[in-house]
């Protein structure tokens, strides 16, 4: 069975063919990155209307490299939410245009119930029932997976989303946009224990998560102390030294009572921006890791999956892999390009629901706040 699908729900305008749910024969994803890094974020209306340019292209190429035509697929899956409304009915529309004109079946894929099956697409894949961590700019939910359509939600975020706020705060540092990728590739060569900051509801024995406290707590410091440096920028503006002393004899700043300039001294022990990524990065995963591991108790399951775009993070796979190793449970998480958007995910969650019937109408329509449950 091939199945054509289409996902549009954001800033990525991506098509791709599955066959039978599992092998990818194409997949083709147009970022919309460059249109919207001048804004420092999505602008809706831009990303619309670059849907609008870049669908049938997409579309073309990947039945191309897929070796087919439009006519071999059996059948047409799109995101129809959750998403940006005017994003998610270019894709819907789109779709339903060539399923009408195909006579094909059309099915409508929640984008989250995509991104649980991403995993699917790996020649290594879990057993029902399992658990699911999905991180991603817009959702942090842990979520039992029972079967094809069959999920439960255990615990989401109360406010932002993860992935919402490693952007934000990379916003905040000055590291354009997406915020996320600049600071996890910085946090590789960082100190995770540099800068204090807080971990969300440590005290509370649920499995909610909520980040908008750590990202005030960035702000607040940030406001505070200034943006930190990265350690080329630092040192190539670090003047050198007449005398021994004169970063106050080497130590932190009141530490020797050198005759340096004071705040020499603090530029020279202040964390790198290195260090603070790190140190954000390590407050989001100790969190993420935490509550997994106290799901995966709960609900007596053994297999953990984690999916959504921030399930590409290094810091967030190295830390679950330890967790994993300690444990005992079973660790599946989709190669990098499957994390983030894509319609290979979309078409093998659409395959899932083919094979249990359920397809669509003319009539289907968007809902940018559709819930998985």
């Known amino acids: 069975m091939l199945v054509l699908g289409v996902e549009t729900s954001c800033d990525e305008t991506a098509a791709a063919v599955v066959e039978d749910g599992r092998r990818v024969r ?11 890094a001048p804004y ?50 270019v894709g819907v529309e789109t779709a339903k245009a060539l ?33 699911a961590l999905l991180v991603s700019g817009g959702h942090t939910a842990l979520i039992r997976v029972d079967g094809p359509g069959t999920t439960r939600l255990l615990g989401a975020t109360r406010d932002d989303a993860s992935g919402e706020a490693f952007d934000k705060v990379g916003k905040l540092l000055g ?13 590789a060569n960082g100190n995770p224990r540099a800068v204090a900051l807080p971990r969300a509801l440590p005290g509370r024995d649920d499995l909610d998560f909520s980040f908008s406290g750590l990202k005030t707590a960035v702000a607040t410091l940030l406001a505070r102390e200034g943006r930190p440096q990265a350690r080329a920028e630092r ?23 050198g005759a340096g300039d004071p705040s020499e001294g603090q530029r020279a022990t202040s964390p790198d921006l290195e260090d603070f990524c790190a140190s954000f990065q390590s407050a989001v995963v100790d969190v993420l890791v935490r509550k997994s591991r106290r799901a995966l108790v709960r609900e007596g399951l053994s297999a953990l999956v984690v999916c959504g775009g921030v399930a590409a993070n290094r810091g967030l796979r190295a830390a679950l892999a330890q967790a994993a190793s300690e ?19 979309i078409a093998a969650a659409g395959s899932q629901l083919v094979a249990l019937g359920r397809h669509a109408g003319m009539d289907l329509a968007v809902d940018p706040g559709l819930p998985l449950v």
């Open 26 to 36: 194409s997949s083709v994803v147009a970022s919309q990155i460059k249109d919207h």
């Open 40 to 89: 420092g974020g999505v602008v809706p209306e831009v990303a619309s209307r670059q849907h609008l340019a870049t669908i049938v292209p997409v579309l073309r190429r990947a039945v191309a490299e897929a070796g087919i035509g439009f006519h071999d697929v059996d059948a047409i899956a799109v995101t129809h939410g959750p998403g940006l409304v005017g994003a998610l009915l």
């Open 99 to 131: 399923a009408f004109a195909l006579g094909k079946p059309l099915v409508g894929v929640n984008h989250l119930a995509g991104h649980l099956a991403a995993v699917f697409l790996e020649e290594r894949v879990p057993a029902y029932p399992h658990l």
């Open 175 to 187: 590291l354009g946009y997406p915020g996320g990728v600049q600071i996890d590739r910085l946090a």
């Open 235 to 257: 040192s190539s503006a670090m003047p050198v030294p007449e005398r021994a002393d004169a970063l106050g004899g080497g130590g932190p700043r009141g530490a020797g009572g």
């Open 327 to 345: 444990d005992g449970f079973e660790l599946y998480i989709p190669a990098p390009k499957y994390c983030t958007d894509n319609a290979a995910m």
